[in-house]
């Protein structure tokens, strides 16, 4: 099996893992069972308070329930403001990353070249990833709150416990990153500029030995040289000869020899 079709598969599972995740979150938002408690009033009455990031309920083994949103929005704590903003930006940036993973996936062919579309692909991964990374940090501040309050023996409030929603968040989230990652992965080493080191290089010419000063070697280097020795030592032994023939030339007659 070829690479591109090992990595088109990978792709196609992770996307499935994300969208899968990312409508897990989603599907926490409007749930109230964030957190609950169960207080029973009477002998034959039981009162069950749950609430989420947006309103309080109650209910009783009557089946009568109610539910109240929150009376204002900036009488709330901090705390729940920045919950609210964390769930909010997990699912846009989870809508926004599955575009994009729709757009730069193998198997959609839509794009430009190969490259192209491993770079949106990379860019999903990495939206895919802020959107797991949102919900978890959301989950697990209102979890950590929850248990906070709950095993300290000062705190006088009614006490709750966590709900189901919060649990179906970590799944959805721990999908979202782990789909996010090997995503990112795959679509990061073929797209990434850096990728391309690691292919066929081409040969070393005269022009590129030149350019990187490669040839020129210092005078007392022990390797042999590229230019053989005996061309300068006979353009040398020339030049001497006819130095000593400029400095010692006498003209000589005929009569000098007889």
């Known amino acids: 099996m070829k690479y591109r079709t090992v990595v088109m598969y990978l792709e196609i599972g992770c996307f499935v893992s994300c969208l899968c995740g990312w409508i897990l979150v989603c599907s926490t938002l409007p749930t109230e069972y964030w957190t609950f408690s169960e207080v029973g009033s009477i002998v034959l009455t039981t009162s069950n308070y749950y609430s989420n990031l947006w309103r309080d309920c109650i209910s009783d083994t009557t089946g009568v329930s109610d539910c109240k949103d929150y009376p204002s929005m900036l009488a709330l704590p901090a705390f ?31 794009g430009g070249s190969e490259i192209a579309n491993a770079r949106v692909t990379f860019a999903g991964g990495l939206t895919y990833l802020a959107s797991g990374f949102c919900g978890m940090i959301t989950y697990s501040w209102w ?24 649990f179906v ?28 080191l690691d292919g066929p ?44 023939t400029t400095r010692t030339g006498r003209t000589f007659m005929r009569d000098s020899f007889v």
């Open 143 to 166: 979890a950590n709150k929850v248990i906070t309050e709950f095993l300290d023996p000062n705190f006088r409030a009614q006490k709750f416990e966590l709900g189901a929603a919060v």
């Open 201 to 244: 290089r081409r040969p070393a010419t005269y022009a590129t030995a030149r350019s990187r000063r490669t040839y020129m070697r210092p005078a007392t280097s022990s390797r042999v040289t590229l230019v053989p020795p005996l061309f300068y030592q006979g353009r040398k032994s020339r030049g001497t000869r006819t130095a000593t």
């Open 80 to 110: 729940l403001h920045a919950c609210r903003a964390l769930a909010v930006c997990a699912v846009i940036t989870g809508f926004f990353g599955g575009v994009l993973a729709l757009v730069g996936m193998k198997c959609t062919k839509i």
């Open 169 to 196: 968040g970590w799944g959805g989230s721990i999908l979202l990153i782990c789909g996010g990652a090997v995503m990112t992965y795959f679509s990061g080493k073929e797209g990434l500029p850096s990728s391309s």
